[in-house]
């Protein structure tokens, strides 16, 4: 195995190994997003997608070539001239072997590239998805919360509501009674001062007759000291 499909083999092992790690079922997302935001990771983002779509041209570089040699080895004139030389046979089939593990370790390679990219973006959105479902989940508990104080205010409310009709109801009750009360003593007090007109101008006219009368007996008084006084005339 020449050198370069030696590092390709090492880098699809290393994918394989992190891969692994990263579907390990204990681990979760929230820890996978710690790691991530560690500060090496943020010094070599910038670099990531660089070395992400460098990656993916070099290996997609090594399948075509790959993908060359399994059609060159596999193709009639190797196999005829294999045909007629033994030695040359067997020296076909172990280019062909090669060539198509070659095929193979570049195309799991890239495979397993894009799939270790799409596990870390996958990570990172359920982590994501995480604290903002337990931020949602928090902010109901605080509403499902402010709801049942609502309600137990509602309910305190439409108590004192009842308190306060009752309350209402017993002093309109009340000053009903008072008004009619009042009412009775207003008519008792009208009757009286309706009495009080009646004696009163009784009196008055009572008091006419006894003027008229008082007038008369002096008229009458008057005229007998008038006829008393001529006779008393007389008498001297």
């Not at 891969?19 to 010094?43: D, E, G, H, K, T």
């Not at 040699?69 to 009639?76: A, D, I, L, N, R």
């Not at 009080?196 to 005229?223: F, I, T």
Request: charge should be neutral; glycine fraction near 2%.
């Amino acid at each position: 195995m020449t050198l370069q499909w030696t590092a390709v083999a090492f880098f699809l092992y290393g994918e394989i190994a992190v891969n692994l790690i990263l579907c390990i079922p204990f681990i979760s997302a929230q820890r996978w997003r710690l790691v991530f935001s560690w500060r090496i990771w943020n010094w070599l983002s910038p670099y990531w997608n660089k070395c992400f779509f460098t990656m993916i041209m070099v290996l997609i570089v090594l399948f075509l070539d790959a993908v060359r040699e399994v059609q060159k080895y596999s193709g009639p004139e190797p196999m005829q001239d294999a045909k007629v030389n033994p030695n040359l046979y067997d020296h076909v089939h172990m280019k062909l072997f090669r060539a198509q593990r070659n095929l193979y370790i570049s195309g799991f390679s890239l495979f397993l590239w894009l799939v270790m990219r799409r596990v870390v973006t996958l990570l990172n959105q359920v982590a994501v998805t995480f604290e903002n479902s337990a931020g949602l989940q928090a902010q109901m508990d605080s509403a499902v919360k402010a709801a049942e104080q609502h309600q137990q205010d509602n309910l305190r409310l439409r108590q004192a509501l009842l308190d306060d009709e009752k309350s209402m109801s017993a002093k309109n009750q009340q000053l009903k009674l008072e008004v009619e009360k009042l009412t009775g003593q207003l008519k008792a007090a009208e009757e009286a001062v309706r009495r009080c007109h009646a004696e009163v101008e009784a009196m008055k006219r009572q008091a006419e007759g006894l003027a008229q009368e008082y007038d008369r007996l002096l008229r009458e008084h008057h005229q007998l000291q008038n006829l008393q006084s001529p006779e008393d005339k007389k008498d001297q």
